[in-house]
Structures are given as C-alpha cells and as structure tokens.
C-alpha cells in the first residue's frame, strides 16, 4: 500500500526559506501515470494547491506562490522536495504531500499525515 | 483560475438524514471534479472522484453526480462518522482548486 511521509522543519523565521521532503513507500515515485502534489492548509482554512512534479522532472505550480516555490525529485531516493522562499506568516500550514492519478481519471491519493510548519521568529 | 464555489459552509443534520452538499465551478471543467472527506487533525480523503465513482472501500451511502459546472455530494443516511469537513476539488485547470468546505456537525 502506498504511503507518503512529510518531513522538515516544524518552525521557520521569516524571510526565510521553508523546505520540506516527501517520501514516498510501498510504490514507487518513477511511475508515468502519476503527478506529485504539494498542498498546504492553513490553520482553520481550506486547501490550497501549491504545485505539482512528474518523476521525470517536469513541475507545474500555483501561479499564486509561483515566483518562491520549487519543486524537486529525486527517484534514487523515492523523494520529492518543496522548497518555499522569503515565508511570512500567511506561509503558515499543515503541508501535505499527496499523489495525483493523471490522464482520464483524476484523483489524489493517498495524502501523507501533514505536517506543520510554524513560520515566526 | 477556474472558481469552486462549495454550498453551505455549514450544516446541521441529524443521524440517519440525507445530506446534499453542492459545488459549482466558475466555467465547465467536464467531469474532473472530486470530493474529500476530512475529520479534525487528519489528511482529506478520497470519497468520489469523475464527479460519481466510489473510490473502493468509501461506504455506498455517499455518492456523487453532476457534469460541467453544477456538482452535488449526497450521503443517503448520515451516520456518527460521517460528521467531518467536505472539500470538492477541480482537477481540469491548472492551478487545481478547491471548495471552500462543508463543515457537517451534529444537530
């Protein structure tokens, strides 16, 4: 069954740069049919749809974040990485990473557990 | 960006009532829209997705339709577990986006 795993920090200060690991188990990431999501979800809020990778390196992101994020992979290690620049505390969430089906049928799942990430100094 | 307008915000029900929550986007995104169940300190999960089909395992009593721009939700007969936040999303455009949730509470 596949499982995804976020990991980092729980705390970042302003300003600077929040990143994060997802690891992916019990499948693997290099499959063609699948996008790699990241989505964030601040306090109290709904979602927001932050970027997505394909294991062959091709990103698509939020327009909203576009200019701070980038998203990375790394299939040796079965990993996909985001990488947020200059946070202020609106960049404060629960970060999920998720896997995404793509071509006639669309879904994400599984959703990793989350993980938040505090940004204050 | 394509809009995903999610209605109520808020619901009452009771245990064994039938539930509609609805979603409407801001243009026609065919049938790529999902709906997600989310309960207090977890990740969402998958309940529908091509607007109608059951993921595996999701309880029959859920189901969805719709096509285009106007979504629904139903949950047939509400039970204890159920009462949780709702999310639709749109997978047609890119950036995805979501609903702004349903949250279902015990009346």
């Known amino acids: 069954q596949l499982q995804l795993q976020e990991s980092g920090p729980g705390l970042v200060k302003p300003s600077e740069t929040l990143s994060l690991t997802c690891t992916v188990s019990g499948g693997s990431i290099s499959s063609g049919s699948y996008y790699w999501d990241w989505i964030r979800q601040p306090p109290g809020k709904g979602l927001e749809w932050i970027g997505r990778i394909h294991y062959r390196g091709n990103t698509n992101y939020n327009p909203s974040l576009k200019s701070r994020v980038t998203i990375s992979v790394d299939t040796s290690k079965n990993q996909f990485s985001l990488e947020l620049t200059s946070v202020t505390a609106a960049d404060t969430a629960v970060y999920y990473c998720?896997?995404?089906?793509?071509?006639?049928?669309?879904?994400?799942?599984?959703w990793g557990q989350g993980t938040l990430v505090s940004v204050s100094s | 960006d394509i809009q995903v307008t999610q209605s109520p915000s808020f619901l009452s029900a009771s245990v064994g009532d039938r539930v509609t929550i609805t979603c409407r986007a801001s243009q026609g995104i065919s049938s790529y829209l999902a709906w997600y169940q989310q309960k207090p300190g977890k990740a969402p999960k998958l309940l529908i997705y091509?607007?109608?089909t059951l993921q595996s395992g999701v309880p029959s009593r859920f189901s969805g339709s719709g096509s285009g721009t106007e979504f629904t939700l139903t949950i047939s007969s509400l039970q204890p577990e159920d009462f949780a936040t709702y999310y639709c999303?749109?997978?047609?455009?890119?950036?995805?986006?979501f609903g702004g949730g349903t949250k279902v509470e015990i009346k």
């Open positions: 999303q749109q997978l047609n455009g890119s950036p995805l986006t």
């Open positions: 998720a896997r995404r089906a793509v071509g006639g049928t669309r879904w994400v799942d599984p």
């Open positions: 091509a607007a109608s």
